[in-house]
């Protein structure tokens, strides 16, 4: 069964924001487990695009980014919208931080949504976390079933080993495949 989640809001109302911080019921940490609960939305930098003119007159500009260690939680723009505010979205060319888009237009959303999609995303968590703890003891006699594939086709394979990517790995595989020259066709194809 999926562990119980618990969601804390918080209201910052010098910045006019809510944040949103969440603890899992087994105490696993799950630092992802709310990004992108609705697309694009990670709650790293303020749904309120005044709070981009705030930190640029304090020098600050790019600064202001929630994080669960460095502020009250994240700022989704969910939460917002929950919370009955909403902002104007950003227009083309204004800034929402450091290496971040700028938030996406807010979501009409009810509880009842929201509560729906983290269910189901603790869910899919789990499931996820099972597989992966599976794969984890797995040498090389062969792989786990996954329910429900059992009469799909598959052709032989050998597991090699097991390596956690970390955000550095995947960096840099996305790198050095950014850096492959493009597949050039074959002489004499004319497709």
Known sequence: APPGVSVTFSFLPKLGVVTVRHALSNGADEPALLY?????????SSPNPSNDYLAAVRG?????????????????????SLAG?????????TSA????????????????????????????????????????????????QVPGCEGLPCGPAQFEGWKDVTKEVAKALKEEADDEPEPQPAPGDTS
Request: no cysteine; proline share 9%; net charge positive.
């Open 36 to 44: 992108d609960l609705y697309p694009n939305d990670y709650g790293l």
């Open 60 to 80: 600050a500009m790019g600064s202001l980014v929630f994080s669960d260690k460095r502020t009250h939680g994240k700022a989704y723009v969910w939460a917002q």
């Open 85 to 93: 505010l909403h902002n104007l979205p950003r227009t083309a060319g």
């Open 97 to 144: 931080g450091p290496d971040s888009q700028a938030p996406p237009a807010p979501p009409v959303v009810s509880f009842a949504e929201v509560f729906g999609r983290i269910q189901a995303r603790a869910g899919t968590w789990t499931q996820v976390k099972a597989m992966l703890k599976s794969l984890e003891k797995v040498h090389s006699t062969g792989l786990p």
